[in-house]
């Protein structure tokens, strides 16, 4: 059979079910390729992944009984097989040298704006580092909320063991972190340290976790805080608190995943002020506000 693949949101970031549906094709000794329109004909079976609802649907794709579609910007349902979703994932489509997968899914937190609870439901453990790790120098591991279940701090013990740098990409809940958890994290060898810091409520728990981890680490960390940008004034007080703290604040837009709700204007004006790293440090955002709206 010839397979096609289909990554609907061509980022930049590979997608981890299209590996593992690679992977699994090749076992059975199928062709797998990237999906090309003009040679759309040739394909027996077509999977199109589309992870972000906003991302438009691609005119040119097919649409007939051949095209299996999944993934969160397609529909809350659609899952791999159990043999699939725990295969080893085929690197080589992307050329990728991390490598990438889940310890955990799910969330216990139930934050109004995120798909996870209606996607993936409550927390639970997924498998090992082993099962999508053999070697490579870094990891991301894409947990939602890994911190939250003894499973995933089970891992983050065996992998403070491991000769491979670690990248949480999704943050960690700063709120969790205890003197014990500090000083695993600590041990870590990290690409970047992510926390979220979604609301003005959780600067404490933020100056609390960083605090703890920087004293058990023998170099200050690269500490990145992800921002929710919703309320303008609320935002800038929370990315002047951290860098005032040392660390890198990200500045996100809203965008309401259970709904319509699209970052506005404003919002993406001051995500790329913060994102900007030397017009953050040397302009404020008053300054910044002004030149583009004076």
């Not at 695993?184 to 728990?205: E, G, H, N, Y």
């Not at 965008?255 to 900007?276: G, L, M, Y």
Request: proline share 5%; hydrophobic share 35%; aromatic share 10%.
């Amino acid at each position: 059979m010839h397979i096609a693949l289909h990554d609907s949101d061509k980022t930049k970031f590979p997608n981890l079910a299209l590996m593992k549906l690679a992977a699994h094709h090749k076992t059975l000794g199928d062709r797998v390729s990237w999906y090309t329109p003009l040679l759309q004909n040739q394909y027996d079976k077509i999977y199109s992944s589309k992870v972000f609802t906003y991302t438009p649907v691609d005119p040119y794709l097919v649409q007939d009984e051949r095209l299996i579609r999944g993934g969160s910007g397609y529909d809350m349902k659609s899952v791999l097989d159990v043999a699939i979703e725990h295969i080893f994932p085929d690197y080589s489509i992307y050329d990728t040298e991390a490598a990438y997968g889940f310890l955990t899914r799910g969330c216990p937190n139930n934050c109004p704006w995120c798909i996870v609870p209606s996607k993936e439901g409550a927390i639970r453990v997924n498998t090992t580092i082993h099962e999508f790790w053999s070697g490579q120098k870094n990891c991301v591991l894409l947990d939602n909320n890994i911190l939250a279940h003894t499973h995933g701090l089970q891992q983050l013990e065996e992998i403070a063991s491991l000769p491979v740098r670690i990248d949480c990409n999704q943050g960690m809940d700063a709120r969790l972190v205890t003197e014990d958890i500090a000083r695993l994290l600590a041990s870590i060898k990290w690409v970047k340290i992510r926390f979220s810091c979604d609301t003005s409520s959780q600067m404490p728990a933020i100056e609390t976790a960083v605090t703890r981890v920087r004293k058990y680490m023998k170099k200050r960390g690269n500490f990145f805080i992800c921002v929710l940008v919703k309320d303008i004034p609320d935002a800038l007080k929370r990315v002047l608190f951290l860098r005032e703290l040392g660390c890198d604040p990200f500045a996100q837009p809203y965008r309401d995943f259970t709904s319509d709700t699209v970052p506005t204007k404003e919002q993406r004006h001051f995500a790329r002020w913060v994102n900007h790293k030397a017009i953050f440090k040397t302009v404020s955002w008053d300054n910044y506000n002004r030149g583009i709206h004076g």
